[in-house]
């Protein structure tokens, strides 16, 4: 996840051109590019714009942004913008992690099965 704010708008287009090509050799995928935010709990200032990229792994998204190709495109953002880069796998640490033969514990304790379509993770409500 990055969080931007732009200082000068002279890179944002060439940055824009060439990210893609680095993003796309390492399988990562934007799942949101956006300028749009609002604080819904806690005080904080919000960036001007928020990157959120997906990758296959950690090893992929960290060998993106260490390319050595990558790094005068880097650089360009780095100049014009404060940029801070968060990486963090996507899991649910709430949910605990079974193995396949206490699946059925599971499904008796929440009443569903973990890992189907549509799932929220989280158990039913007890209203």
Do not use: C
Request: aromatic content about 10%; overall charge positive; cysteine-free.
């Amino acid at each position: 996840m990055g969080e931007i704010t732009v200082h000068s708008m002279d890179w944002v287009t060439e940055y824009l051109q060439k990210v893609g090509q680095f993003i796309n050799k390492y399988k990562g995928r934007v799942l949101s590019r956006s300028l749009k935010m609002e604080i819904i709990e806690g005080e904080r200032d919000l960036p001007a714009n928020v990157i959120l990229i997906e990758f296959p792994t950690k090893n992929a998204a960290l060998s993106f942004f260490n390319d050595p190709d990558y790094q005068p495109v880097r650089r360009l953002r780095r100049e014009g913008s404060r940029s801070e880069f968060i990486l963090f796998p996507a899991e649910d640490i709430a949910i605990p992690k079974f193995r396949l033969n206490n699946r059925s514990r599971f499904m008796s304790t929440y009443g569903r099965n973990p890992g189907i379509a549509g799932d929220s993770g989280h158990p039913p409500s007890r209203e």
